[in-house]
């Protein structure tokens, strides 16, 4: 011990110490001949060695300044010892908390919000590019003709017509607004901070781009593509972007279907198929898609899988009993069609495998509507098979699809799900022998597809009731919530 604190006393002389170069001291207080002093790397601040241990009481700084705060706090802040002499070359910290930066200060400015304060350019939190001139309000180069600056009876600003509400300044010279039409809801509304442009930088700059305010879309009144504003979905992407990403989304759903499925396509009656809860978010089906596809079925015939043509190769989930997922899969449909009669009754055997659709499941209960003979839920028809050998043959026989092993992970059911319904028009061959090669790419079909097709493939269960009621023209139902 004696031996150390001569040491300590022969390093602590007023001379020794400063002759030691800043240069020569490592980030855990030893000498060091390469190491750095005063890096301001990755958020040092001035005077701190990159990797000093801030919060440790052993930490020792030796032969460089004292940390200087970057804000330019000159009292005795946190960590620095009354009377340090934070400028002297030769100071030596030992045995304490090494000093920490306080906050920078931010300034609130006070009074009421002027005409003359709101002039000029603003950075939006939202991401938009606002200008004011006078009482005229522009958002990206656009004015809002409507929705002007709005004054009391003082001259204090209100609010930017029934857009945002203004609500108090912010921090450094910004304005926080609320997004309300009127100042009685205001307080629940959501917020809206307007910031300096020049106080924006280049986090701002950043921002915009990610929301897609890049390349033409920075100026949107010099765009050559009429409608286009930026921001929107796909105003930016690049030449070939969207066949690209079909491309990888149809070769994700390949590789996962070839790394779960079973070999065999294999024929499945409608009655032991009930719907896999991955699918459409856990949020189930769809009932009034269900007699849609029905009612579909009745008026134009099934549409049997040859090639290419007719109904989608569905892809299920074989579900051995007692494993933890077939009880689960039966417990939560058999209280979902319990809460709603419009469903056809669950005939799945728990003493026997079942299958659990990730794709096609509407389709499967359309067809179980038919088996059973269910009634319509808008019209009152009975779903009967008549004459229709193609659909006879689907419900003795069973439907050709896509087997996955029970094992199939949770989210990979949920992902497949998901790919199924968002590349519907990319389909499979079904080969003569009635079997799916997932090896050979799938093929486009860019034949016309309604609005209401494509938009029914990506909504849980109570849009897609909505979506179907509004298609059929159906205004009275008890399904109808408001």
């Known amino acids: 011990m004696g031996a150390q604190l001569q040491a300590c006393g022969r390093i602590c002389g007023h001379v020794e110490a400063r002759s030691v170069k800043p240069e020569s001291m490592a980030s855990n207080g030893t000498l060091s001949a390469d190491a750095p002093s005063g890096s301001d790397e990755k958020g040092d601040w001035q005077g701190r060695v990159a990797g000093t241990p801030v919060m440790d009481e052993g930490f020792i700084c030796m032969g460089g300044k004292a940390p200087i705060c970057p804000h330019g706090a000159t009292g005795d802040w946190q960590g620095r010892i009354a009377g340090t002499p934070v400028l002297d070359e030769g100071f030596i910290c030992m045995g304490s908390k090494a000093p920490i930066c306080p906050p920078q200060q931010v300034s609130v400015p ?82 809206e901070t307007w910031s300096r442009k020049s106080a924006c930088g280049d986090e701002w700059q950043e921002k915009m781009q990610m929301l897609g305010y890049g390349g033409s879309s920075a100026n949107p009144l010099a765009r050559g593509i009429e409608g286009c504003l930026p921001g929107t979905l796909g105003a930016e992407m690049r030449d070939g972007y969207a066949s690209s990403k079909d491309k990888r989304d149809t070769t994700l759903l390949c590789a996962l279907l070839s790394q779960w499925r079973e070999a065999d396509v294999q024929a499945v009656r409608p009655k032991s198929v009930i719907p896999d809860f ?11 898609l269900v007699h849609y596809i029905a009612g579909s079925i009745y008026n134009k015939g099934f549409q049997k899988r040859v090639g290419k043509s007719g109904h989608d190769v569905p892809v299920l989930v074989r579900e051995p009993p007692g494993s933890y997922l077939h009880e ?127 938009l029914s493939k990506g909504m849980d269960a109570e849009q897609v009731n909505c979506l179907v009621r509004t298609h059929l023209g159906i205004k009275e139902s008890r399904r109808i919530q408001g």
């Open 110 to 191: 006070v009074g009421p919000v002027t005409l003359d304060a709101l002039q000029g350019s603003w950075c939006g939190s939202s991401g938009s590019n606002i200008s004011v001139s006078g009482t005229e309000v522009f958002i990206n180069g656009l004015p809002l003709t409507l929705h002007r600056v709005q004054l009391d009876d003082d001259g204090v600003v209100v609010s930017i017509g029934t857009l945002w509400q203004l609500e108090k300044w912010g921090e450094n010279g910004s304005i926080c607004f609320r997004a309300s039409s009127t100042r009685e809801n205001m307080e629940c509304a959501r917020s």
């Open 278 to 288: 991955t699918n459409r978010s856990q949020t189930g089906l769809g009932v009034e």
């Open 328 to 454: 689960e899969a039966l417990r939560v449909w058999r209280e979902r069609v319990g809460e709603e009669e419009g469903f056809p009754p669950v005939r799945a055997d728990p003493s026997q495998e079942i299958f659990t659709s990730l794709g096609n499941g509407h389709f499967f209960q359309a067809l179980n509507c038919y088996d059973c003979e269910h009634k319509g839920i808008n019209d009152g028809r009975v779903y009967k098979v008549r004459k229709d050998k193609a659909l006879k043959d689907a419900l003795e026989h069973g439907v050709p699809s896509i087997i996955l092993k029970h094992q199939t992970p949770k989210p990979v059911r949920a992902k497949i799900a998901d790919l199924l319904n968002a590349k519907r028009e990319f389909r499979w061959s079904l080969t003569a022998d009635g079997q799916v090669d997932l090896s050979k790419e799938m093929e486009e079909d860019t034949s016309n597809c309604s609005h209401f097709e494509w």
